[in-house]
């Protein structure tokens, strides 16, 4: 592992620093009584239908709420709207993975720190701000704002020309090889997957899988470190 080499450490945010279920459980007991009340089903009905949605789909599923209104035949674009507000105003108490905060702190001494994260950007900055880890990235990519989502490279080339480095300076640690890893290793970036459970049994395509992996966030200390 050449870490020597290495100037900046990028990082993906949901189930790489944190279990994003804590976001979903919070998120769930606010949103399935909101949608129980323009329904005449009760909220545990609706939550179960979230939760198993989540299951079958997986947490990085975009049209989770789309699905839920439609199957209750409630017009999307009416309550749509509401319905995400409540998703990214909720103020649960969020833990990063074990590990994961000492590991940015020891990190940040040695590199330059970024964050790419997919999804709205005020959700995103919601989990930054409750996860209490804004300080420690000297840049915050939302790449939902961009032309091109993860998993095109554009975000990560457009991370890499603010930090003013060249691709083979720089690493992305993240935990879904469908986003994560064929923008970065197209350009030559270091790729490094963090095992998340729900990928296990998913085949990955040549090319969009990491370098190197990991089983926990606090791993990557043993390669960056
Ligand atoms: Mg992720």
Known sequence: MPACDLEVVAFDLDNTLYDETQYFDAAFAVVAPYVASLTEKCAAEIEARLVAIVQAKGRHYHRLFTDVLEEYRLPVERHLPEVLARF????????????????????????????????????????????GIGDCFDRVVYSSTLPENKPSALPFRHCLESFGVVPGRAAYVGDNPLHDFHGPNQL????????????????VASGWDARHRVECVADVRRLLL
């Open 188 to 203: 030559g970036m270091l790729t490094i997957r963090v095992r998340n459970r729900e990928f296990d049994g998913i085949p």
């Open 88 to 131: 990214r105003g909720i103020r649960p108490r969020l833990a990063l993975f074990a590990g994961a905060r000492a590991l940015l702190d020891d990190l940040r001494a040695r590199y330059r720190l970024g964050l790419i994260t997919s999804g709205m950007q005020a959700v995103q900055e919601n989990k930054v701000a409750l996860l």
